[in-house]
């Protein structure tokens, strides 16, 4: 499974970004989706997650109202737009797949990771 993550970039507080995740190979391993985002000096943050099948969605509480997950499951493509961004919001931010069923926020429970895709929000 390889995982593809683009649509980085800086942007000024208040603005929006879309980010996706383009996956390949054995695509039938990959049930569950995720982003996660790592700021300089932090751990890595949960961010939300989605079930190809159902389009179940979770997001973290720090950005329920302004982050929204889909998928595209024609192209093996998942989402994450980003609306009033705030400088906080600056850091790395990877996608992630696992082959069951889990969807929370403990990273070390998902096998397949992107390269990772800067997000850099100017106040």
């Known amino acids: 499974v390889q995982l593809q993550a683009s649509g980085g970039g800086l942007v000024q507080a208040g603005g929006s970004l879309r980010l996706s995740c383009a996956v390949s190979?054995?695509?039938?391993?990959?049930?569950?989706m995720g982003w996660f985002r790592q700021a300089p000096g932090k751990e890595r943050d949960f961010v939300a997650t989605?079930?190809?099948?159902?389009?179940?969605?979770f997001y973290a509480d720090f950005v329920k109202g302004r982050f929204t997950i889909s998928r595209d499951n024609a192209k093996n493509t998942v989402y994450l737009q980003m609306n009033s961004l705030k400088p906080e919001d600056t850091a790395v931010y990877y996608c992630?797949?696992?082959?069951?069923?889990?969807?929370?926020?403990?990273?070390?429970?998902?096998?397949?990771w992107g390269q990772g895709t800067l997000v850099t929000v100017s106040s």
């Open positions: 992630a797949s696992n082959s069951g069923d889990y969807v929370g926020r403990d990273w070390k429970a998902y096998a397949y």
């Open positions: 190979g054995r695509t039938s391993d990959t049930i569950v």
């Open positions: 989605i079930r190809w099948r159902g389009g179940s969605v």
